[in-house]
């Protein structure tokens, strides 16, 4: 019976010499699965992300947020927020099954989003990734969310590993074209906005001394542009001491205080810079900023730490409305069409090598499979009573050599060439047990064939 490892094909458990089997249908890769949906930040879908964004999540939500999406999906699902948008990826027959999942989990009707499939999800996550939709064109920061997105979904107890493929490639595609179009030392987005803000408000002179709150990477940003442009600064931590060690040389040049101290006795300071990581304000109408001095107020964070009604008259708050208004003038600057364009080339020579990156990775993937299988094959035979005398080295030995064996034919041998490999081996092993050994190997060809990934099938 002549059957080609990795077919779509029933295999017997046993002997058979009943006529080949053939595929009826071409399988369907993950990537043909692949489902992308996408909101990104605007003035109208402020409100629907702020609800939906995971970024003030510890460590034991997001797990549980992942757990409830994929519980919801049925397989892992991939999010990834960020101050620019919210992004759901799935395997999924349809889109709308990604849709009906993510509804159902956050209890949001997504009527508004961006939705992709096959090819083109991959396409739009390259994009994303690459900084070629963002707030500033071309950002970097948002391939490193993505890159820890990634990371998250990976340790998620719900992982789904060829999603995690897939994701990986987006990596891959991204960096390529970021190369290709010259987008290799851009900053983030938000904090290039913000810093032209500040570089005007300085050579207005409008701003002599700042307070910022929080004192995290997006904080320890902040304090250094700000010095650089001699503003004073002066920084508001939950615990001044260890912030003030987390800034190294830095910190000679700042003043700490904790919050306790900003409530009751507020520096004077004509900028304040928010950078705090929380569920919902801190500073709003029922608890109001501590100063009562006219200020610019940049809110970084999100969700926003700042809501307007927590300001004084002569206050002014820069929170997301703002960084979007700010972005939208920036772009008009930009012949963004030509360069979509460009980049629309970029990424279709990467998508001719995608296959064959895809390809390698399944390969590695399944030669870890089966030499996996056959080291567990190889300890039951040295457990068997078929095995006398014990040769529990000499199983270990041919449970590896076969293995190999089956990764290097893989896609072109038949039942008969299996057998006929067990039963012409040298090795010092009763006709018995080379009996279950070949019973063995056959019925594994056919378990095996159910976690081969799509571009293993050989024709």
Known sequence: MAVRLGKAMP????????????????????????????????????????????????AQERETFLHDLASA???????????????????????????????????????????FSGKDAWEHLVMVASGLDAFVLGELQVLGQMRTAIEHHRQSNDADPDLVRLLEQVVWASRLVRKHLGFTRTTA?????????????????????????????????????????????????????????????????????????WTNAPPSASLLISTLRVATPAYGPEHPLPTHAPLTVMDFS????????????????????????????????????????????????????????????SQSDFRSLVHHTLATLAKGWAESPLNEPPQNATLEAFGRELATWLCKVHGEATLDNVRDRVQSTTRPI??????????????????????????????
């Open 73 to 115: 999906h049925g397989r892992g699902v991939f999010e990834m927020s960020t101050c620019n948008r919210v992004v759901y990826a799935g395997l999924a027959d349809d889109i709308e099954e990604l849709r009906t999942s993510v509804e159902e989990a956050t209890g949001v009707v997504l009527d508004t989003v961006n939705a």
């Open 189 to 261: 987005s938000m904090l290039n906005l913000a810093t032209w803000s500040l570089d005007d408000m300085v050579n207005e002179e409008t701003v002599l001394s700042s307070v910022v709150l929080g004192s995290g990477d997006m904080g320890r940003k902040a304090v250094e542009a700000l010095l650089e442009r001699d503003v004073e600064v002066t920084v508001v931590s939950r615990q001044p001491e260890r912030a003030q060690d987390r800034f190294g040389s830095l910190a000679e040049h700042v003043e700490f205080i904790d919050f306790e101290g």
């Open 11 to 58: 295999f017997p458990r046993g002997r058979s010499d009943s006529a080949d089997v053939a595929t009826s249908f071409a399988p369907v890769t993950p990537l043909e699965k692949l489902s992308v949906m996408t909101l990104r930040m605007s003035a109208s879908t402020l409100e629907t992300i702020r609800t939906l964004t995971t970024e003030a999540f510890d």
């Open 302 to 361: 999100w969700p926003p730490s700042i809501d307007e009604g927590g300001l004084h008259a002569g206050q002014v708050l820069q929170g997301m409305n703002h960084w979007i208004q700010q972005a939208h003038g920036l772009e008009a600057a930009i012949d963004r069409p030509a360069l979509l364009a460009k980049a629309k080339l970029e990424l279709a020579k990467i998508e001719a090598l995608l296959d064959q990156q895809l390809s390698a990775a």
């Open 430 to 459: 009763s006709p018995g047990l080379l009996e279950r050994i070949e019973d063995d190997l056959v019925r594994t060809i056919g378990d095996l064939h159910t976690h081969l990934p799509p571009s293993e099938v050989r024709p």
